[in-house]
């Protein structure tokens, strides 16, 4: 198990929920005058309460604000999440973010040789129809009104970099958060959704990294720019290897250099695209064009890493690196229930997001240390319900000390590590595992 001194992450902790919620609370204005229920009690009530039981009611919340000694009805708990409630949680989710960052990498030469690793996703909430005019949504992303939540997972030390809220309509392509993260040596991941050649050539030109899907209506074009557009589809159809590799210009107006990566498929993974790409045009009305069926065999990655730094195979694994933050919001949703909103009025709505978002932050900063142990893998699901099962000794101490916390977050870590890992897997190892094992072996002495 990680050697962890938990001493200054429980001060952090400590700080935060006592301290950092009491100023919030005055600068939000929730706190104006004298009044049972503080600042502090109403955040540990949402967040912790919440992230215990993530379907809590009024009256399960109130029961929760009695325990910490304070009795309160749960229409006088309604009567507190307004406005003001929802300014303070947001301050606070925005201050966890910064205050609760890990820096546990994880173990790999081919991992380490980047500053960081960001994978950049989105995923939609849909929210009741009132609230269209704040989060507006379309049928394609599940209701009139929804939000979206774009997530940038630093994957080497299994944190949250940056989450913005959004509303649901809002195109993935005009997400900047890469942009604001772009530093020499960083390493971003993305898929589809995110492909914007102006965004790559900003990150090329902050010396950061990036691998992506293609998008194969991109225009490519010879490194000596001697010809015209690349025809990707009649050079891939000439090959007969599984693997191709070379250097193109990739853009119309930016000509970036990139490595373009090709692998072939399956014939039965083909032979489904094939079926779905069809059945889609018909339903659209058009017919795919040759060039475009003649692609559907290929994997297709353009990257700017330098080959020195990673070869193809390792192009290709640690694009599938992205699968953490499927992870991640499928814990989100799957565990602490973030994505089941009630028909409540938009205070409600908002408090209760940011409280869980606040919670799944310090979660996330909690487990990121442990996420490889005895080379076993923590598994999110396990790990969430071992810190749901804390919560109640989490809110003791509290209202205690520092030292108090210091002993209940010893013991999560001790439960991590005996009922929260991963079965192991010898026949289909880890998408981690995968990129440890296509490092070169160290020489001999």
């Known amino acids: 198990m990680p050697k962890i001194n938990d001493n200054p992450h429980s001060t952090r902790l400590h700080e935060f929920l006592n301290e950092r919620v009491r100023l919030a609370g005055k600068v939000s204005g929730f706190v104006q005058r004298a009044s049972k229920l503080s600042a502090e009690v109403f955040v540990k009530t949402l967040v912790l309460g ?58 790999g030469a081919s991992l380490t040789q980047f500053s960081s690793i960001h994978i950049l996703d989105s995923s939609i909430i849909t ?13 394609a992303v599940g209701g009139v009104a929804a939000l979206k939540i774009q997530l940038s997972f630093e994957y080497l030390r299994g944190q949250l970099s940056a989450v913005q809220v959004e509303a649901g309509r809002c195109p993935d392509q005009k997400c900047r958060l890469q942009l604001d993260q772009a530093a020499a040596n960083n390493l971003h991941l993305f898929d589809l959704g995110y492909f914007t050649v102006a965004v790559f050539a900003a990150l090329d030109q902050a010396k950061a990294f990036f691998i992506s899907r293609f998008q194969t209506q991109t225009a490519l074009y010879a490194l000596d720019g001697s010809s015209g557009k690349i025809e990707l589809a009649q050079i891939l159809a000439q090959q007969t290897d599984a693997l191709y590799e070379q250097d193109y210009l990739m853009g119309l107006t930016h000509r970036l250099k990139v490595r373009l990566i090709a692998q072939r498929l399956p014939e039965s993974v083909t032979a489904e695209r094939r079926r779905k790409t069809l059945a889609k045009m018909r339903k659209k009305g058009r017919t795919a064009s040759a060039a475009h069926l003649a692609l559907l065999p290929w ?32 814990l989100w949703k799957s565990c602490a229930q973030l994505d089941q909103v009630g028909t409540w009025r938009t205070e409600r709505v908002l408090c209760v997001l940011y409280a869980k978002l606040i919670g799944l932050v310090i979660f996330h900063w909690r487990a990121a240390p442990h996420r490889v142990m005895d080379n076993q893998e923590l598994s999110w699901p396990k790990a969430f319900r071992r810190w749901q099962a804390a919560i109640p000794a989490v809110l003791k101490a509290l209202s205690r000390s520092v030292r108090s916390l210091q ?13 929260a890992l991963k079965t192991r897997r010898r ?5 981690y595992h995968l990129v440890l094992s296509l490092e070169p072996a160290l020489p001999l002495a």
Not at 83 to 100: N, P
Not at 427 to 431: A, F, G, W
Request: positive net charge; hydrophobic residues 50%; contains cysteine.
């Open 50 to 107: 919440l992230a215990a039981q993530p379907q809590a009611s009024l009256s399960e919340l109130a029961e929760q604000s009695a325990k910490m000694g304070v009795a309160i009805s749960p229409q006088g708990l309604d009567e507190r999440i307004n406005e003001r409630a929802v300014k303070m949680l947001q301050d606070l989710f925005a201050q966890a973010i910064q205050l609760f960052q890990s820096q546990t990498k994880l173990a």
């Open 127 to 139: 929210l009741p129809a009132p609230m269209q005019t704040v989060f507006a949504g379309c049928k």
């Open 299 to 330: 994997n297709i990655f353009v990257t700017n890493v330098p080959a020195a730094r990673l070869t193809a195979l390792q192009v290709m694994a640690f694009y599938r690196l992205r699968w953490q933050i499927e992870l991640v919001f499928k």
């Open 407 to 419: 002993a209940v977050c010893r013991a999560l870590a001790t439960d991590f590590h005996h009922k």
């Open 427 to 431: 026949k289909s190892p880890s998408t």
